[in-house]
């Protein structure tokens, strides 16, 4: 698909897990210390899927589960490093590059604060972008979804030849 030759384009993904024990949470590509981890095909890090599909949505490149289906034995306990670069890869395919995002992750327990630095510099190190390109806010969700992890992601994309 041809994509119109905007100024920059904006992706926003998202994605939720359920925690439970004897898995690991990771969040970024950073294993965090829990007593529950995300119940999922893969490692279920829900920062990293949530920003593949943020990028898939930013250049209408459908979303992860149509490139890594969770029904392929292939994709089980997969790294979701892969994920992410393979978003990379197609968004810069059709013709733009990762500039910036902004996260939000929701959870309860535990409290994700002291990692922040951690986990938005291994971010930007997957994404080839300086730790001030990422944002990464925490919320509570109140014990309204005290079982589960979230995250929210907001992408900006600039045209490849624009973005040196
Ligand atoms: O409860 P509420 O969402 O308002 O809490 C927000 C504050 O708690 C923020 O400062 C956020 O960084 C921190 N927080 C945290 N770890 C979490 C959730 C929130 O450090 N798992
Ligand atoms: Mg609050």
């Known amino acids: 698909m041809t994509l119109a030759p905007l100024p920059y384009r904006i992706g926003y993904g998202e994605d939720a897990h359920r925690l439970s024990a004897g898995r690991s ?3 970024g590509g950073v294993t965090v210390p829990a007593e529950r981890g995300a119940v999922a095909h893969s490692d279920g890090d829900v920062i990293l899927h949530a920003l ?3 990028l898939l949505a930013g250049v209408a490149a459908g979303d992860i589960g149509q490139y890594f289906p969770d029904t392929d034995a292939a994709w089980k306990d997969l790294d979701s490093a892969q994920i992410l670069t393979r978003a990379l890869d197609v968004t ?3 013709g ?4 910036q995002l902004s996260l ?3 959870l309860d327990q535990p409290r994700l604060g002291p990692l922040r630095a951690e986990i938005a510099a291994h971010v930007a190190a997957l994404c080839g972008l300086a730790p001030g390109e990422v944002g990464l806010s925490f919320k509570t969700s109140e014990r309204l979804a005290p079982d589960h992890v979230q995250a929210r992601v907001t992408v900006l994309l ?3 030849a624009d973005h040196e």
């Open 92 to 94: 810069r395919e059709r």
């Open 158 to 160: 600039l045209p490849e």
């Open 25 to 27: 949470l990771v969040l």
């Open 52 to 54: 593949s599909d943020a």
């Open 96 to 99: 733009y590059t990762l500039a």
């Open 104 to 106: 939000v992750v929701t």
